[in-house]
């Protein structure tokens, strides 16, 4: 079963605080693709990073890291010192390759995260 | 140079009335999705189309009825409307539904209240 598991429902952190968002996954493919997307309160889905299961390096782009280890199945997301604008709920995704064609995104239940002065 | 473009954002609506929501992307996508987000914001695909070709029908009842009038296109009617079917609809586009450039690009989503 493909399966995308976003066990914090809520996080509030104080400004300028690390927080670690967790992703756990489960699939049967031995390629595959994950996602995360940024949903702020004006209600779009801002895509942040996709990363395949080939390429376990991590990744840092700005205040963002993201963490990829097969070996747990997880694709945990980290921002540093966090601020007030980084309130949003955050989706983790699987990219699902359906039989008859085409793919879809598998997502987690996603995190609300919190930050305040 | 909005990318993923749907219109309107907001619609309100009685029970059975029939609506359209629409999608346009400017990327030059292949392929493009409708997904709905339900109250608890879980997100769940509807349908899939690449090419004007349908590829994704995820079990959604018959009153949903997807048309793609191009590639840059697809569109979303919805007959006879119930209250579950209040909700956030959203649209997004990939350049292809597999390999490298599969990333889906979202559009700002359509919330659909059914009084």
């Known amino acids: 079963a493909q399966k995308v598991t976003q066990a914090q429902t809520e996080i509030s952190v104080v400004e300028k605080e690390d927080v670690t968002l967790d992703c756990v996954y489960e699939?049967?493919?031995?390629?595959?693709?994950l996602f995360w997307y940024k949903q702020p309160p004006s209600g779009e889905l801002v895509f942040l990073i996709r990363?395949?299961?080939?390429?376990?390096q991590n990744e840092i782009s700005g205040r963002y890291s993201w963490n990829f280890q097969k070996s747990t199945s997880s694709f945990n997301f980290t921002i540093t010192a966090s601020q007030v604008v980084d309130s949003a709920v955050y989706f983790c995704?699987?990219?699902?390759?359906?039989?008859?064609?085409?793919?879809?995104?598998?997502f987690g239940t996603g995190t609300q995260l919190k930050v305040e002065l | 140079d909005t990318a993923v473009s749907q219109t309107p954002k907001y619609l309100v609506t009685q029970m059975g009335n029939d609506k359209s929501i629409k999608c346009e992307q400017n990327?030059?996508?292949?392929?493009m999705y409708w997904y709905k987000q339900d109250s608890k914001k879980f997100l769940k695909i509807m349908f899939s189309?690449?090419?004007?070709?349908?590829?994704i029908n995820e079990t959604v009842p018959n009153r949903f009825s997807p048309k793609s009038p191009d590639k840059a296109h697809l569109n979303l009617h919805i007959n006879s409307l119930e209250l579950g079917d209040s909700a956030v609809y959203f649209c997004?586009?990939?350049?292809?539904?597999?390999?490298?450039?599969?990333?889906?690009?979202f559009g700002p989503g359509t919330r659909l209240t059914v009084l």
């Open positions: 997004a586009s990939s350049q292809e539904w597999r390999g490298d450039t599969d990333t889906q690009y």
């Open positions: 699939t049967r493919d031995t390629t595959y693709y």
């Open positions: 990363r395949n299961s080939f390429d376990e």
């Open positions: 995704a699987l990219r699902v390759i359906l039989t008859g064609g085409g793919n879809k995104l598998t």
């Open positions: 990327l030059g996508h292949d392929t």
């Open positions: 189309y690449n090419n004007k070709e349908l590829i």
